[in-house]
């Protein structure tokens, strides 16, 4: 009880209001970009948070990830482009409605039946920890392992196109993951001699490169503003009266967001189109879903802002990631010092009840902006994005080098960056991989304990058999949905592309094997299996693409039709897109010679200018004025600037890159 009013106290302190509302506007502006999300947003924050009282800095991380499921509903109605993963139904009845003229109506509705739906989230995740006690204690370390397992299967199985490819993304990331010291031996695996890689790639730097980066490149490849117009009529209490006319259906969503949420991996990838298929399932008239029913926009947005405390359900009693953006949270956990586990309910019960009411209070906080400032903030996408761009690219270099102050963090970013681009382009899941990476350690360390403790008896406990059959039930039911689905040969140009990709692919897990074989076998087994997987799947893959791209008669068969189900992707513009990251390249490059402040505002300049002089002054304005926001918060928050090569040669000011004094 008496954490519980501290937890109430501390909610309302204006400190804390101060960091959750700030947080919230950031989470309100990375939904409306289109690719950007929660997940992108996060990583922007997480470098911040290190000095922060855990209880604001969880407030911050809290505001950012509530709103942005609510936010991306601007771009999805009003221009028919998911502003996140989570908005895709929401665009399939939305976006006609806005084409009627009835756009006030859906957004509306969309942020109503969003903000009945994260607190409903909030409020069954207030009563589950109630519970959390005997779960968590009915949870031994075999337990534990299966229950990953079966996380990274739904991972795998449902964040791709194609279900191989999924599973596979998700053990490669596993694999990288396993980069640095063995948790049981302390043998170094894959550092190439480096002391950089001896703990591994900081999860913030691989969120950043595997997310934003290739968003930021894809939008700037389509070329102008992210819409071209935007339509836009009073009428906002047609929408809300919507919502309360469709009280049960909001209802019914909203529990579906927190069952699917609290499944580990499903998340906002798949809760969207599962309450879209149970409105089409449920309703009596179906005849105008899909073609602007204000339902279609109602069922989505209430299960997708639910899920969010579905999800943190697992992320706070486990430490499993309820969804991709989890896992960043996550790193926030570990670098403000929280162990997610039995402490949460315990030891940190106050910090509990403060993030559940926090999710709420920025659930209510991001709803009453949109529906304030929707017809300000919607005209924020009509800016031409080239001028967007460079602005959040200086914002991802400094946050990027402010986790280590190393410059091997631009380094894993850029890589991971490509990794993100490629994987985007060719079909390949980013959050399988994301997930994997992050849940490695744990995974290989359950093993082990699992072992040691139990040996193969930890699969008759109670728990573990009902894992078990979770498992085997999720890889049926998934099995025989695929083959339900009709097949249909791609027609692409660029399958050769695609093809060469998968032997790029195949590089990784053999290096790995090479580089670790002569270690303790300790230190060796959980890598090398892994690998070994990899590549049979990998050789799966490839070999079936060669058997599509010659049209040969095996394609008959079902296994080899379940394989090459969507197993190819449209890449146009990767071309564009490629060139743009070499612009991320050079601007590296100009931080290394010349520092951060000066090359930042060289590149903001030089990226606007180049896709239309006419901009010179918009240029110089934004250069001026980002600086200024930088400047003032390397000073209060003491953070340093990277320093460039002039910095050896000059004693430059602290606002140029030198030291403080």
Known sequence: MEQFVSAFFQLFELTHLLFLFGGTLLGLIVGILPGLGGTSGLALVLPFVYSLEPSYALAMMIGVLAPTTTSDT?????????????????????????????????????????????VFGALILSISIYYAIPIIMAFGFGEQFLLIILALLMVGALTGENFIKGVTACILGLIIGSIGSAPITGDLRFTFGTLYLVEGVPIVIVGLGLFALPEIVGLLDSKGAIAKALKNEEGW?????????????????????????ALPGLGGTVVDWIAYSHLKQTSKDTSNIGKGDVRGVIAPESANNAKEGGALIPTLLFGIPGSGNKVLLLGGFILIGIEPGLEMVTTHLDLTYLMIWSLAIANILGAGLCIGFASHI????????????????????????????????????????????????????????????????????LSYQTQAVYGLTFLTRPVSIILIVLCFGTILLLLR??????????????????????????????????LISSLDYRASLFPISLCVVSILLLTIIFFVKIIDYNN??????????????????????????????????????????????????????????????????????????????????????????PNGLIGLLIDMPWWLGGEFN
């Open 74 to 118: 601007f771009p999805a109605v009003l221009m028919g482009i998911p502003g996140t993963a989570g908005s895709q139904a929401t665009v399939m009845d939305g976006f006609p409605l806005s084409k009627k003229g009835m756009a006030a109506r859906a957004l509306s509705a969309a942020f109503c039946s969003s903000l009945m739906g994260g």
């Open 481 to 514: 949905q695929k083959f339900k689905q009709s097949y249909t040969s791609s027609a692409l140009k660029n399958k050769k592309n695609q093809i060469y990709y998968v032997l790029i692919l195949l590089v990784l897990p053999i290096l790995m094997i090479s």
């Open 552 to 641: 040969h008669h095996l394609l008959k068969y079902s296994f080899v039709k379940f394989v090459n189900m969507n197993i190819y992707e449209q890449n146009s513009g990767f071309n564009n897109q490629f060139f743009y990251y070499l612009s991320f390249i050079g601007y590296l490059i100009m931080n290394y010679i010349v520092g951060f402040p000066i090359a930042s505002v060289i590149f903001i300049n030089a990226f606007i200018i180049f896709h239309d002089k006419r901009d010179y002054k918009i240029s110089i304005i934004i250069s001026f004025v980002l600086l200024v926001i930088l400047w003032f918060l390397s000073y209060m928050l003491t953070l340093q600037f």
């Open 378 to 445: 919607s005209k924020l996408t009509l800016v031409r994005y080239y001028i967007l761009a460079p602005v959040m690219i200086v914002l991802i270099f400094f946050a990027t080098f402010n986790i280590n102050r190393d410059w091997y963090d631009f380094i894993g970013l850029l890589g991971f960056g490509l990794i993100g681009i490629t994987f985007k382009a060719f079909g390949w899941s980013r959050p399988a991989l994301l997930i994997g990476f992050f849940l490695s350690t744990k995974v290989e360390l």
């Open 237 to 261: 209490f047609r929408g809300i009266k919507d919502v309360f006319k469709n009280w049960f259906l909001v209802l019914r969503c909203s529990s579906i967001g927190c069952i699917v949420g």
